[in-house]
C-alpha cells in the first residue's frame, strides 16, 4: 500500500492516506521541520508561521526569522 511504503505518510485513523507532519519529509505541506512545536517557524500544523520564511531544499525544512510577528 502506497502509505505505508513511502516515507512521510501514514494511513490516518479515518483510514485515509496522509502526509505525516512533524517527521522532517516534506511533500505538499507548507513546511515539515521534523518537529511539531510552534514558535520555530514551522508550527504543529506544518504552515509557515507569520514572519518566518522557511524552505526546504534537502531534507526537513529550515525557518529563518524574516519579521517579529
Not at 21 to 33: A, I, P, W
Not at 34 to 51: F, R
Amino acid at each position: 500500500m502506497f502509505c505505508t511504503e513511502v516515507p512521510g505518510f501514514k494511513v490516518l485513523s479515518n483510514g485515509n492516506c496522509g502526509e505525516v507532519c512533524g517527521d522532517g519529509v516534506q511533500y505538499t505541506l507548507q513546511c515539515d521541520d521534523g518537529n511539531t512545536l510552534d514558535g520555530d517557524g514551522c508550527s504543529s500544523q506544518c504552515t509557515i508561521e507569520k514572519g518566518w520564511n522557511c524552505s526546504a531544499p534537502t531534507g526537513a525544512s529550515t525557518c529563518e526569522l524574516i519579521s517579529p510577528p
